[in-house]
């Protein structure tokens, strides 16, 4: 059994929240290229929609398998940083491209990077609670994927309205370079806690 200080919901959520909102502006890209890559195509007059999503969900699934101990080996917020930094370099192609194939690898490189953004962030988001409000911390930390893609259509549908198709991948870029700033931010406080406040977050377990 795992005992220790107990913490609100609301002081799990304050603790979580940074990772939380780096991840979400990860995830913008994702909600948008599920919900808008077919209508971005035939609005560029553009063929092969369905490829570019299919090059997202091979590249994400890909990158999962193939990078699946860089967590364990790398650190979450190691991998984070690559993964946001390739997911943004992904959407800025997508925005620039000139054609469907530039397009295509655009979308596979955006899935490649958001692949491993939510359990990078999360391993870091739980390690800053007590082990004993890992639950809480876990269920905190979900609740901004859910308000990623909850938000991700309407927003993007109204910016659509007056701005264009084309420039929402550029805003998506832009949010998965914030939270690959904020990410960097939460790396630096890390590394710069003191080993015993480190201590007094890890798990105290009776049998």
Do not use: H
Not at 19 to 29: D, I, K
Not at 55 to 68: E, M, P, Q, V, Y
Not at 178 to 199: D, I, N, Y
């Amino acid at each position: 059994m795992v005992v220790g200080e107990r913490l609100s919901f609301m002081s799990v959520l304050g603790r979580v929240g940074p990772y939380g909102l780096a991840m979400a502006l990860g995830t913008l890209g994702y909600g948008t290229i599920a919900a808008f890559i077919t209508l971005y195509y035939d609005s560029r007059g553009w063929a092969w929609a369905e490829y570019a999503m299919t090059a997202f969900g091979f590249s994400f699934i890909a990158a999962r398998l193939l990078f699946a101990q860089a967590i364990d080996r790398l650190g979450g917020y190691r991998v984070g940083i690559a993964c946001l930094l390739v997911e943004g370099g992904g959407l800025l192609l997508l925005w620039a491209a000139p054609g469907p194939l530039l397009a295509m690898l655009g979308a596979g490189l955006s899935g490649f990077g958001f692949s491993l953004v939510f359990p990078a962030l999360g391993v870091e988001a739980v390690k800053s609670t007590p082990a004993s409000n890992r639950g809480a911390a876990i269920g905190a930390y979900s609740l901004f994927l859910d308000l990623a893609l909850g938000v991700a259509g309407p927003l993007i549908g109204l910016l659509i309205g007056s701005q264009g198709f084309r420039s929402i991948f550029l805003v998506c870029a832009l949010a998965a370079f914030c939270g690959l700033g904020l990410t960097l931010v939460l790396q630096q406080r890390s590394a710069r806690q003191p080993a015993g406040s480190a201590a007094e977050l890890a798990a105290v377990e009776a049998d």
